[in-house]
């Protein structure tokens, strides 16, 4: 068999091929995704079901001259493969590798980063009616997935693209999945894609019949028209983006080179808005992936499992944040009927299978609907159930305005539980989750909460559970639960108060959730050199506890806060103004987080060291201050500790 996918450099090399080779290079996209997947880990079955779609459109479209806007992005492997980035595959979302999405400083293939669904058909919608206005010929592509385009913002996008009728294409790629199985009235809807058989034209069959008959032909004409409309609604699978202002074709099948070449050929002439619904399956060609598509929508070692290391029957695996939720969600949805549970399409990444399961009237999916989600757990707790939207922080974004103006001015106890909340590792700066404690703590009326161990958490999630008209966010890592940390002498958790970890002297590491044992750990080492940093555990971001910081403030002469959030507006922030609002004296201050710039993909630890989150920065910045007016040496040489000029532009990768 010979190797197309080693002569692919560029996409006109794909124009190059017959249907016949195009079906062998398929094959070794696939080979080349597999084992590389299994490998590094990434999204599988997204990028197995989408090789086809992607040849056909580079092999007919001219890009990147035409735009092709990817929704989410997950599924651009054979995308990448064929886009020059091939001899850098082997590198797929490590350090300084190639970005597992798409991302417009790698390539011009790229034309946005895209991370999170719903956003291609504004994106190419927005192309286009530049174009327009440039009188451009550029044809504009949004490939979307048929559980993205149930997201409010997709149907803005279609809504607003019928109307001013740019030449856009937007691809349904209907795999009857998205990370879940997809959930809702739009889902069923697209099940009846895969039923019927396409709608060509009722009613000018009707009228051709009927024009055929003396007289009454004509003066059946008007009532045909009503007839005729109904009817279509009963049939036509796409009447609902005709109404949008769409021309409506498919459903085609997938898989099929030839006829989907054939279609794009057809449709590139068309040159006003197009919907072409596309049937693909997740995982295809490779069988496991075909029968469980949950399990590969991304992983890693599947082909050959390494064997699991002898565990001791004395030392349980670790437990995860995720997994610390869901014993939380069951162990007081058993005593507390007012619990009910909030996804926005992520029951399984956020830990919420088991409540679906055993719990099924509590627990709603309301899709990839944030905005939604949001707005729909306030009216839950205007009754005085007591909802927990769990989501992802990343994905909390997308519900900004509904936070603020559907859950914290109504006065309503949404409680917030953000999984992913700091670095998220390999999926890199559309999904890390370090934004939410600058963007919820500036609005009134929210208590905002991190545990550093599973005590704190129990803790936070009683508290939260009690609160009658205060959301609540509980924020929380994508890790284990720490397990050596001290006991807390505190019997009951009240809210805006932190509590001493480790009595010291001189420096206060004030840390904030994932980063108190990071803390605790750097305060250990440094004992060892006669460092003795007290180490407090804030809890809470907001209220901050003011009063116990005047009670450092007595005896130390200097504070660090610490966050695994960004410094612009975070825990650092909140802990200054409240030093500043009741005259709180330090000698110095010093913050360390996440600098002012996206951070890029790989491992949590090269991230943390990158960002200076790691043991040895924070040691060094302790031993920094520890050195008082400065009359002696720091032991350690001096470090960046803000990370604010070691860390580049970190979207561009190193192959770029």
């Not at 809210?495 to 001493?500: R, Y």
């Not at 790989?602 to 302790?622: H, N, Q, Y």
Request: hydrophobic letters at 35%; proline letters at 5%.
């Amino acid at each position: 068999m010979s190797d197309f996918l080693s002569r692919i450099n560029h996409p006109h090399d794909v124009k190059k091929l017959s249907i016949d080779e195009l079906g062998t290079l398929a094959h070794q996209i696939r080979e080349k995704i597999l084992e590389t997947v299994d490998r590094n880990g990434g999204h599988l079955g997204s990028n197995l079901g989408t090789v086809e779609l992607t040849l056909a459109l580079h092999y007919v479209y001219d890009l990147p001259h035409d735009r092709l806007v990817w929704d989410t992005s997950h599924q651009t492997y054979p995308h990448k493969l064929i886009t020059g980035r091939r001899d850098n595959f082997h590198k797929l979302r490590q350090f300084g590798g190639i970005c597992g999405f798409c991302n417009h400083q790698e390539s011009v293939f790229d034309l946005f980063d895209a991370g999170h669904a719903g956003t291609a058909v504004s994106l190419a919608v927005g192309t286009a009616a530049a174009d327009q206005i440039r009188r451009d010929e550029h044809k504009s592509i949004a490939v979307v997935g048929d559980a993205s385009i149930a997201a409010g913002m997709a149907f803005e996008g279609l809504n607003h693209g019928g109307e001013v009728k740019p030449n856009v294409l937007v691809i349904l790629n209907d795999n009857n999945m998205s990370i879940d199985h997809p959930v809702g009235a739009l889902s069923e809807y697209f099940s009846k894609f895969r039923t019927r058989p396409i709608y060509q034209d009722l009613k000018k069959e009707i009228h051709d019949s009927v024009s055929k008959l003396p007289i009454v032909g004509k003066s059946l004409d008007s009532a045909i028209d009503k007839v005729a409309g109904k009817v279509k609604g009963a049939l036509v699978p796409g009447v609902l983006f005709q109404e949008l202002g769409f021309n409506y074709y498919g459903p085609v099948e997938g898989h099929d080179l030839a006829s989907l070449i054939k279609m794009f050929q057809d449709l590139k002439t068309i040159r006003e808005p197009v919907l072409l619904h596309v049937k693909t399956e997740k995982g295809h060609g490779f069988e496991d992936a075909c029968k469980d598509p949950v399990k590969y929508h991304a992983l890693k070692n599947f082909r050959n499992p390494q064997p699991a290391e002898e565990k001791k029957p004395d030392k349980p695996s670790p437990k995860s944040f995720s997994n610390a939720f869901t014993e939380l969600m069951h162990e007081h949805a058993r005593k507390d009927e007012r619990l009910v549970a909030v996804t926005a399409a992520m029951p399984g990444g956020t830990g919420l299978m088991k409540f679906k399961t055993e719990f099924p009237d509590r627990y709603f999916d309301v899709g990839i609907a944030e905005q939604h989600g949001c707005a729909f757990s306030t009216g839950l707790a205007y009754t005085g159930l007591r909802p927990v939207f769990a989501v992802y922080s990343t994905f909390l974004q997308r519900a900004y305005d509904q936070y603020v103006h559907d859950v914290c001015i109504q006065e309503k106890s949404v409680i917030f539980c953000m999984d992913r909340a700091g670095l998220a590792g390999e999926d890199g700066w559309t999904h890390h989750g370090v934004f939410d404690i600058a963007y919820m703590r500036c609005i009134p009326n929210v208590i905002l909460m991190a545990p550093a161990d599973m005590n704190d958490f129990r803790s936070m999630f009683q508290l939260a559970i009690d609160q009658s008209t205060d959301p609540v966010g509980i924020r929380y890592p994508k890790g284990n639960v720490p397990e050596d940390l001290p006991t807390s002498d505190d019997p009951v958790l009240q809210v805006g108060k932190g509590e001493v970890l480790l009595e010291g002297e001189e420096v206060v590491l004030f840390a904030y959730g994932s980063m108190v044992e990071q803390s605790y750990k750097a305060a250990m080492n440094l004992r060892e050199r006669g460092i003795r940093p007290t180490v407090v555990n804030a809890r809470f971001a907001k209220p901050i506890d003011h009063e116990l910081l005047a009670e450092l403030s007595k005896n130390h002469s200097a504070l660090i806060t610490l966050e695994e959030g960004v410094l612009s507006g975070g825990f650092g922030s909140a802990t200054v103004e409240a030093c500043l609002d009741n005259d709180i004296q330090f000698s110095k201050i010093a913050r360390i987080g996440i600098p002012d710039k996206f951070i890029t993909f790989g491992s949590r630890p090269e991230l943390f060291k990158l960002c200076g989150l790691d043991l040895e920065t924070i040691e060094a910045k302790v031993e920094e201050l520890w050195s008082g007016s400065g009359d002696s040496k720091p032991r350690f040489p001096k470090a960046d500790y803000l990370a604010s000029e070691r860390v580049p532009d970190t979207r561009r990768s190193s192959l770029s």
